[in-house]
Nanobody
Framework: QVQLVESGGGLVQAGGSLRLSCATS????????MGWFRQAPGKEREFVAS????????NYVDSVKGRFTISRDNAQNTVYLQMNSLKAEDTAVYYC?????????????????WGQGTQVTVSS
């Protein structure tokens, strides 16, 4: 069974930084796309970022471009989300995801495996 475990969330002041990590197990990590979604209070789940299984090709929601960076370390079976210049509106539960494809998708239902989430809270 594929397992995803997020870590690195917490409370940070606006303008600060956090790095989220997602440790994976149960599959050949380097073959598959990885991504991050988030869900803020009272809002629907939102795509944040993804990286292809081959590495190199990344995608971001417009609101985080230039501030967030997704990366992966295939040797460590870990994906990261570096979040800089955080804003209050970034406050959400962040979920690590993967799917049975090298390609990403914006549709939550097309991601096959989800972590339990990690809370990110940005104070104003």
């Amino acid at each position: 069974q594929v397992q995803l475990v997020e870590s690195g969330g917490g409370l940070v002041q606006a303008g600060g930084s956090l790095r989220l990590s997602c440790a994976t197990s149960g599959r050949t990590f380097s073959f598959y796309a990885m991504g991050w979604f988030r869900q803020a209070p009272g809002k629907e789940r939102e795509f944040v970022a993804s990286i292809r299984g081959s590495g190199g090709t990344t995608n971001y929601v417009d609101s985080v471009k230039g501030r967030f960076t997704i990366s992966r370390d295939n040797a460590q079976n870990t994906v990261y989300l570096q979040m800089n210049s955080l804003k209050a509106e970034d406050t959400a539960v962040y979920y690590c995801v993967t799917r049975d494809s090298v390609y990403y998708t914006l549709r939550p239902k097309n991601w096959d495996y989800w972590g339990q989430g990690t809370q990110v809270t940005v104070s104003s």
